[in-house]
């Protein structure tokens, strides 16, 4: 099973970017789906996750900007981001955790730059 990442790009600050993240396979019992983003010379964090019940949590860098939804049927898991800025730069991975293990996407750059 691959996590296939799509989405991400050049954007200026303020503007809005959508990304996507879907498995190539059937993942059973997944109980976690979430975003991570790497910057240069940072450690990757947490942005945002989402578990079964629809609980979700952000990084308080994002919450108000940022959204990340789910579809469970196709195992895709979404993350829509506004008002970008230009901390918000990085690699962006998306990740589901399940019953036999976790799974990464192999990241997608999000650049926010004028």
């Known amino acids: 099973v691959q996590l296939v990442e799509s989405g991400g790009g050049l954007v200026q600050p303020g503007g809005s970017l959508r990304l996507s993240c879907a498995a190539s396979?059937?993942?059973?019992?997944?109980?976690?789906m979430g975003w991570y983003r790497q910057a240069p010379g940072k450690q990757r964090e947490l942005v945002a996750g989402i578990i079964n019940d629809g609980t979700t949590n952000y990084a308080d860098s994002v919450k108000g900007r940022f959204t990340i939804s789910r579809d469970n049927a196709k195992s895709t898991v979404y993350l829509q981001m506004n008002s970008l800025k230009p901390e918000d730069t990085a690699v962006y991975y998306c990740q589901i955790r399940a019953g036999r293990g976790d799974f990464w996407g192999q990241g997608t750059q999000v650049t926010v730059s004028s």
């Open positions: 396979g059937s993942i059973a019992f997944i109980y976690f």
